[in-house]
Nanobody, 116 residues
C-alpha cells in the first residue's frame, strides 16, 4: 500500500494558476502509475493527468496545454501545475497511485475552486 497526501488546492480566478502537490509514503519509482483525477459535484471522477514509472504521460483532452504533471523522485512527490484555469476546472482533485496487482490508492482530495 501507499499513503498519499495532497495539498495546494484553493480558490483561483479564471485565467489564474494553482499547483497541487502529492506526497507519497513510498518511493514513486516503485509505483507503476501515479497521477491526478478530479470529481466535480454531480459528476463521475475523471482522469486529469497520469504518469507511468517509465515516464509516459496521459492528459485529459480538456486540460492539454494548460496542466502539467511532474514528479520529484528524490522527494516522492508528484505535482500538477494548473494554468489558465477555468470555472469548469472546479472540482475535488485526488492523487492516485497504482501498483499493478498490488494496490490502487487514493489521497483524501483537495478542493480547487475557480471563480469567473
Amino acid at each position: 500500500q501507499v499513503q498519499l497526501v495532497e495539498s495546494g488546492g484553493g480558490l483561483a480566478q479564471a485565467g489564474g494558476s494553482l499547483r497541487l502537490s502529492c506526497s507519497a509514503s513510498r518511493s514513486i519509482l516503485s509505483i507503476n502509475v501515479i497521477g491526478w483525477y478530479r470529481q466535480a459535484p454531480g459528476k463521475q471522477r475523471e482522469l486529469v493527468a497520469v504518469q507511468s514509472s517509465r515516464g509516459t504521460i496521459n492528459y485529459a483532452d480538456s486540460v492539454k496545454g494548460r496542466f502539467t504533471i511532474s514528479r520529484d523522485s528524490a522527494k516522492n512527490m508528484v505535482y500538477l501545475q494548473m494554468n489558465s484555469l477555468k470555472p469548469a476546472d472546479t472540482a475535488v482533485y485526488y492523487c492516485n497511485a497504482v501498483g499493478y496487482g498490488v494496490f490502487n490508492s487514493w489521497g483524501q482530495g483537495t478542493q480547487v475552486t475557480v471563480s469567473s
